[in-house]
Every structure is written in structure tokens, then in C-alpha cells.
């Protein structure tokens, strides 16, 4: 089962956050719905946290990918917060960890966020 929970950190970035298996199956939507619905409500920058996620699969790896390709198309930026063990073993296989930047949690991934905003 997948659950997925938005909050915002600053009024312009929204953490999404994932708790359970990312896998094959409508609970996946849910993702896309909430980047979705954090985009329309003004968040340029997102953060996924993934550190409460015990499993993803191809599926799951895809729905990531295409939330960051609709999130930069509209002028956006995207991190990646918590991953561990297998789920950031298969970022590594797909070679996405050399694309999307990679937090240790939601925190650090808001700090970066926060300082690339400042500094603009």
C-alpha cells in the first residue's frame, strides 16, 4: 500500500512524501496527482521523499521520472529526499542518480532549495 502526504516547507516548495511500496497499480497515480495539485498551487520546487518508502519498482521509477520532466518543462525544480538500501540501489542501476539530485532527508533537500533561491 502507498500513501502519499504534501506539506509546504516555504511558499514555493512543497515536499511530497511516500510511505510504502511504489510499485505497479493506481496507488502510484498518486504521486503524479500530487505534484500535480502542488504545482497549480503556486510550488516551483518540489521535493519527493522517498525515506519512508520500503520497495519501488519500474513503475514507480518511471512515475519519478516523469514528475521531474513535467516539473522542469514548467520552469520548475525537483529533488529526491531519504532514499536508502534497495530504493537508491535501483536509482543507481537506472543511472537516475546521476541526473536527479539526491538529499540524505526532506531538510537538507529544502536548505538547497531554499539557498539556490537566495542566491538568484
Same mark, same amino acid.
Given at each position: !500500500? ?6 509546504? @516547507?516555504? =511558499? ?8 510504502? #511500496? ?5 496507488? /502510484? ?9 502542488? !504545482?497549480? &498551487?503556486?510550488? #516551483?520546487? %518540489?521535493?519527493?521523499?522517498? &525515506?519512508?518508502? /520500503?520497495?519501488?519498482? /519500474? ?7 516523469? @514528475?521531474?520532466?513535467? $516539473? ?7 529533488? $529526491? ?17 546521476? $541526473? $536527479?539530485?539526491?538529499? =540524505?532527508?526532506?531538510?537538507?533537500? @529544502?536548505?538547497? %532549495? #531554499?539557498?539556490?533561491?537566495? &542566491?538568484?
Amino acid at each position: !500500500m502507498l500513501t502519499v502526504t504534501s506539506r509546504q @516547507c516555504e =511558499p514555493d516548495i512543497s515536499v511530497i512524501g511516500l510511505n510504502g #511500496r511504489v510499485t505497479l497499480g493506481r496507488e /502510484s497515480g498518486q504521486l503524479e496527482a500530487a505534484v500535480t495539485k502542488a !504545482m497549480e &498551487s503556486g510550488a #516551483r520546487k %518540489l521535493v519527493i521523499d522517498l &525515506s519512508e518508502v /520500503s520497495y519501488i519498482d /519500474s513503475t514507480g521509477i518511471g512515475i519519478i521520472a516523469y @514528475c521531474f520532466t513535467r $516539473i522542469s518543462k514548467a520552469g520548475g525544480e525537483a529533488l $529526491i529526499a531519504g532514499a536508502q538500501g534497495l530504493v537508491l540501489d535501483v536509482f543507481r542501476v537506472t543511472r537516475l542518480d546521476s $541526473i $536527479i539530485r539526491f538529499f =540524505p532527508d526532506a531538510g537538507a533537500a @529544502c536548505d538547497s %532549495l #531554499r539557498a539556490a533561491g537566495q &542566491s538568484v
